[in-house]
């Protein structure tokens, strides 16, 4: 065999065709030294003669295939990192493997997950948690020839990703109301939080008792740190510790806290006086300073509420001191209160009929008076608008004192009757006219 371009170091020759026909034969090459084309030559042999000499024929050297070890990756848990054995030539095929025992054992790595690229020249994890720290990655390369070999180890670091938070109690207003939860807000969204992680401490001022932890936001950027207690109102201590893939910085924080504290009230008194004219209420008549106090005069009959005397300067609600109903808010040290009312005109009752006394030996309303012994019977009482005739005419006969006493009865009848009608209509009565006998 002669050499051209190539070099090749020969061996044994055997028949090769397997059927023994000896028509098929395999010259051994031990080695390749240089890739290229070499000449083959046969010499007659034996009972035969050959004539198709020499052939050319190209021999190849194995080369095993040449890659780049991958390098140690970094990134925050969450992130993105990535091994490579790029660049490479004569590699054909690419397996991953991951060891979690600092290389002690080695495992296939799949796609899913965390991974991409567990055939390819280029191995990503996307989201890696804080746990894969310290793990390690390396690729068996494989040729064209099957063979295959491992690159170097690479070591994957996860770091912790920082976060910071504000606290902020919320519910409470001091001596008001106490505080009913302490708000933590982070720098973004964080999950694996718990109420474990969260201290609340005594501060400077304040003690209170926490509860439960809760996502209020729903997205894991804000919680809820529940308060059970307010024992002192003041200043207290959030801290929250390391957790999950974070480390919390900006920590601890001190927020104030309050207290509901109940007030003491002393009763102030309302003294109310009464007055003639009226009644007077108010109520209540005891209460803590701001308390509305209601008063009402009620006048009685002949007199008029003339407004309210007070000892004491009020901040009036309703009405003022001049208004029969009125309310003012409690003054501090109390206050006296006096209605007042005056006398207003009334007008005279109606005059009353006084009884008819019918003198002795005098008729009834409403009838004649008698006849005298010796008269002639009485006409009945004369109607309305008429004038009673006199009982006997006076004829001046000779009978002088008889006459005379005939007149005088004439004319007492007749004053009896005006008398008599003069009541009926309610009228004065003037006096009866004196007359002389004639």
């Not at 065999?1 to 395999?26: D, F, K």
């Not at 690159?151 to 008001?176: D, H, M, N, R």
């Not at 401490?201 to 894991?220: F, K, Y």
Request: hydrophobic letters at 40%; glycine letters at 10%.
């Amino acid at each position: 065999m002669i050499n051209h371009t190539g070099q090749v170091t020969t061996g044994g020759l055997s028949e090769a065709s397997g059927t023994g026909s000896n028509t098929v034969w395999l010259l051994e090459l031990i080695d390749v030294a240089a890739e290229g084309d070499v000449e083959v030559s046969i010499a007659d042999f034996g009972d035969f003669t050959v004539t198709n000499n020499p052939r050319t024929v190209g021999v190849y050297q194995y080369a095993p295939a040449v890659f780049t070890d991958p390098v140690p990756a970094s990134t925050l848990a969450g992130g993105t990192a990535s091994f490579s054995v790029a660049p490479h030539s004569l590699a054909v095929a690419f397996q991953w493997q991951e060891s979690t025992d600092g290389g002690a054992t080695w495992n296939d790595v799949t796609n899913g997950g965390f991974y991409a690229g567990a055939t390819a020249d280029t191995l990503t994890l996307s989201g890696p948690p804080l746990s894969m720290n310290g793990y390690q990655y390396r690729c068996q390369v494989g040729d064209a020839a099957g063979a295959s070999q491992a690159s170097g180890e690479a070591l994957l670091t996860v770091s912790p990703i920082p976060v910071t938070f504000t606290a902020t109690q919320i519910g409470g207003v001091s001596k008001v109301a106490n505080t009913t939860g302490i708000e933590l807000a982070f720098s973004q969204s964080v999950t694996g939080l718990t109420a474990g992680h969260v201290t609340l401490s005594d501060g400077a001022t304040g003690q209170a008792t926490a509860g439960t932890l809760t996502d209020i936001s729903g997205t894991g950027d804000v919680w809820l740190l529940e308060i059970t207690g307010v024992a002192v109102e003041g200043d207290v201590v959030v801290s929250v510790s390391d957790f999950g893939d974070f480390t919390v910085s900006h920590n601890p924080q001190t927020v104030d806290v309050f207290r509901f504290v109940p007030v003491v009230y002393i009763n102030q008194l309302v003294t109310l006086k009464q007055a003639k004219g009226g009644v007077a209420t108010a109520r209540p008549t005891a209460g803590p300073v701001g308390t509305t106090v209601v008063l009402k005069a009620t006048s009685t009959k002949g007199y008029q509420f003339n407004g309210w005397q007070v000892s004491a300067a009020v901040s009036w609600i309703t009405g003022n001191a001049d208004s029969a109903t009125a309310s003012f808010l409690m003054p501090a040290g109390g206050v006296t209160v006096t209605p007042r009312f005056v006398l207003v005109n009334v007008a005279p009752p109606p005059p009353v009929k006084p009884p008819v006394v019918t003198p002795p030996n005098q008729p009834p309303p409403n009838q004649p008076p008698p006849n005298e012994p010796g008269d002639p019977p009485s006409a009945p009482p004369p109607e309305p608008g008429q004038t009673a005739p006199n009982k006997v005419p006076f004829t001046g006969d000779t009978q002088g004192a008889n006459h005379t006493g005939l007149l005088l009865a004439a004319l007492a009848g007749v004053y009896t009757l005006a008398l008599w009608r003069r009541r009926q209509a309610n009228q004065p009565v003037r006096p009866a006219p004196k007359h002389r006998a004639v």
